[in-house]
């Protein structure tokens, strides 16, 4: 796939992710781009993810990460990102003390490649990436980017696509 990257706020630049995102456009994060989208990435933010009734941002960046998460965009999240991708998937996610990003269970399903003090720090499931830590590790968003060309075939995003979408239906 040669799509852009999406991202959610606040959007990554290649010098502070390091050079692993030279070459990359990353774009804004909105529904109507998922289909033509390389790969999603959930930066840290710091907002909560376990208690969202004060965010109602959160649930508009839920409801694109499931669509992206049905369609079968690669998602990598981190920090709160990771959190959000974990509830997204179904797991519990807890807040720490607020010195920390909230924390997602492991997701059903889910692979641990990393633990900390008894919780998941870098976890994989199908095409989603999390890493726990409010920091990308460089070599992690590398790994994610070359994996990327292997993970470009897609599913519809609703039935309606399935069929060919509104166009064919009219007919």
Do not use: I, K, Y
């Not at 840290?44 to 960046?61: F, I, N």
């Not at 959000?84 to 607020?98: E, H, K, M, S, W």
């Not at 889910?110 to 726990?132: E, K, L």
Request: charged share 15%; hydrophobic share 45%.
């Amino acid at each position: 796939m040669t799509g852009p990257l999406l991202s959610t706020s606040p959007l990554p630049l290649p010098g502070r992710l390091g050079p692993a995102l030279t070459g990359w456009t990353v774009q804004a994060a909105r529904p109507e781009r998922l289909a033509g989208a390389a790969g999603l990435l959930l930066p840290h933010d710091g907002l909560p993810v376990a208690d969202v009734r004060a965010h109602p941002e959160r649930w508009e960046t839920l409801t694109l990460l499931t669509a992206a998460l049905r369609r079968g965009v690669p998602v990598l999240g981190w920090g709160s990102g990771a959190a959000l991708l974990g509830r997204a998937l179904g797991a519990a996610v807890t807040a720490p003390d607020g010195s920390a990003p909230d924390r997602s269970a492991l997701p059903r399903g889910a692979q641990a490649h990393a633990w900390t003090a008894g919780q998941p720090t870098h976890w994989t499931v199908d095409r989603a990436v999390a890493w726990a830590g409010a920091d990308l590790p460089p070599p992690l968003l590398g790994a994610f980017l070359a994996a990327l060309p292997g993970w470009a075939d897609r599913r519809p995003g609703s039935p309606l696509e399935e069929v060919g979408a509104r166009q064919r239906c009219e007919r």
